[in-house]
């Protein structure tokens, strides 16, 4: 939408903001946890925590931030575990979402469909229906992945999943490329 010759960009609220499907919701919160833990050790410090906001362009202020996850941190440990973090998640969701990720669906496979829908569209930022290497570069950078640094990494990586070899990825070979990975059980 333009105004004024100022691009602006409207915000919409995801209704499935959260996965619906309890393992890929696991393992999604999981690799959350590993990214926001830069140094390895486990835990999710309260500066780790702010600037893995940051990077996504969620400036908090220190103090705020503290009053709210200092409860879930256990007495003796320097942040966040992952059963901490977990607990943070789920108290975060059923407040802002009232709790609304365990929607019934009339199938697993469509509660996946849509899942996969709304994980594709993230990585879709201008909506054409493909993920180019230049939108997967961006995600990746917002995340703070060394992949994104390298241009020549990611169109590798779009490479791998482009079945039809049309040097982008579609809806399809995204959700076969989804469908693939791996859950490690715990």
Same mark, same amino acid.
């Given at each position: 939408?333009?105004?004024?010759?100022?691009?602006?960009?409207?915000?919409? !609220?995801?209704?499935?903001?959260?996965?619906?499907?309890?393992?890929?919701?696991?393992?999604?919160?999981?690799?959350?946890?590993?990214?926001?833990?830069?140094?390895?050790?486990?835990?999710?410090?309260?500066? *780790?925590?702010? !600037?893995?906001?940051?990077?996504?362009?969620?400036?908090?202020?220190?103090?705020?931030?503290?009053?709210?996850?200092?409860?879930?941190?256990?007495?003796?440990?320097?942040?966040?575990?992952?059963?901490?973090?977990?607990?943070?998640?789920?108290?975060?969701?059923?407040?802002?979402?009232?709790?609304?990720?365990?929607?019934?669906?009339?199938?697993?496979?469509?509660?996946?469909?849509?899942?996969?829908?709304?994980?594709?569209?993230?990585?879709?930022?201008?909506?054409?229906?493909?993920?180019?290497?230049?939108?997967? !570069?961006?995600?990746?950078?917002?995340?703070?992945?060394?992949?994104?640094?390298?241009? *020549?990494?990611?169109?590798?990586?779009?490479?791998?999943?482009?079945?039809? !070899?049309?040097?982008?990825?579609?809806?399809? *070979?995204?959700?076969?490329?989804?469908?693939?990975?791996?859950?490690?059980?715990?």
């Amino acid at each position: 939408m333009e105004s004024n010759g100022e691009n602006k960009r409207v915000e919409r !609220q995801s209704p499935s903001f959260r996965l619906r499907s309890p393992s890929l919701n696991a393992l999604r919160l999981q690799r959350i946890f590993d990214l926001f833990d830069k140094n390895g050790d486990g835990f999710i410090t309260l500066d *780790e925590l702010n !600037q893995a906001l940051s990077r996504l362009g969620l400036d908090a202020d220190l103090s705020d931030l503290k009053s709210t996850v200092e409860s879930y941190i256990q007495p003796g440990n320097t942040g966040l575990d992952f059963n901490d973090f977990s607990s943070l998640h789920k108290t975060l969701d059923e407040s802002f979402f009232g709790g609304a990720g365990d929607c019934d669906e009339s199938s697993p496979e469509s509660a996946e469909e849509a899942d996969l829908a709304e994980a594709f569209k993230v990585f879709d930022e201008n909506g054409d229906g493909f993920i180019s290497a230049r939108e997967l !570069q961006a995600v990746l950078k917002k995340l703070g992945l060394p992949e994104g640094g390298e241009m *020549e990494r990611v169109e590798k990586m779009i490479v791998s999943v482009d079945r039809n !070899q049309d040097g982008r990825v579609d809806f399809f *070979e995204f959700k076969n490329m989804m469908r693939t990975v791996v859950i490690p059980s715990s």
